[in-house]
């Protein structure tokens, strides 16, 4: 009788674990909603990637090089003050001035 009721008691556990960790998952699982540009978990992550929680639009500045437009917090700066969007084109730009000095 007492191996009947461990067993019963075993089985209940382990059940009630299992149960508990499918909501989590179920909860956690993407629906049809995650995927649409407006759903809160996605605006959310757009805003903490953008670093701007704060809903403010940023400016864009146009690349030297190639002339994208890239957001002025994320641009880098050069030595003359032009704005790049990223390091090849600085260094593009860093080495078309050195050969055109020579």
Excluded at 22 to 35: E, I, Q
Excluded at 49 to 54: D, F, Q, T, V
Excluded at 70 to 75: I, Q
């Amino acid at each position: 009788m007492q191996r009947i009721l461990l067993v019963v008691a075993v089985l209940l556990l382990v059940w009630r674990v299992l149960a508990a960790i499918g909501k989590r998952l179920v909860t956690r699982v993407p629906g049809a909603d995650s995927f649409s540009r407006y759903a809160p978990e996605a605006r959310r992550r757009r805003r903490q990637w953008s670093g701007r929680a704060n809903g403010q639009l940023e400016e864009l500045v146009e690349c030297a090089v190639c002339g994208t437009f890239v957001p002025a917090g994320r641009a880098l700066d050069g030595a003359d003050g032009r704005s790049f969007c990223s390091r090849d084109c600085r260094e593009r730009a860093a080495g078309g001035a050195a050969d055109a000095g020579r």
